[in-house]
């Protein structure tokens, strides 16, 4: 299945919007990265959230523009800038399953239906501070079933 613009905006949504909170590793050994001195067997965190929106890693980040992921553009990212899934031989295990499994269910939805964005959501969407990223407040939508062709 290659839908191209389908890819660009699952990356943009999942830049803007990260699933997982934290990734964590451990130092293997001391290293030293800006001046400041990690110690073997240190705990690091990352925040994707707070990484994808890092305006010196992606102008404008607060903006949705799937245009940032095209063919001409993708190449320019540093892969260890756009974490998802994490990265390296300890990235997610469920990447490519999740990844298939999402562009199949937006095709299947947006065939059958549109989309509508009802009064109860808010916009902007307000995120919480929980574990996993989710807004505060529902998102509701009305799902207008599409004409039988």
């Known amino acids: 299945m290659?839908?191209?613009?389908?890819?660009?905006?699952?990356?943009?949504?999942?830049?803007l919007y990260p699933l997982g909170g934290r990734i964590e590793r451990v130092s293997k050994k001391d290293v030293e990265i800006n001046g400041v001195t990690i110690p073997k067997d240190m705990v690091v965190m990352i925040s994707p959230y707070v990484l994808h929106r890092d305006p010196d890693v992606w102008p404008e980040p607060e903006e949705f523009r799937p245009e940032r992921f095209s063919k001409e553009n993708k190449d320019k990212i540093d892969p260890y800038t756009f974490l998802p899934f994490g990265a390296g031989p300890r990235n997610c295990i469920g990447m490519r399953f999740a990844q298939v499994t999402m562009?199949?269910?937006?095709?299947?939805l947006l065939q059958r239906f549109s989309f509508r964005v009802c009064k109860e959501t808010p916009i902007p969407l307000?995120?919480?501070?929980?574990?996993?990223?989710?807004?505060?407040?529902p998102i509701v939508l009305k799902l207008v079933p599409r004409e039988a062709s």
């Open 126 to 137: 307000k995120m919480s501070a929980s574990a996993f990223l989710m807004p505060e407040k």
């Open 2 to 15: 290659q839908l191209e613009y389908l890819d660009m905006v699952m990356s943009e949504s999942q830049r």
């Open 103 to 108: 562009k199949v269910a937006i095709t299947v």
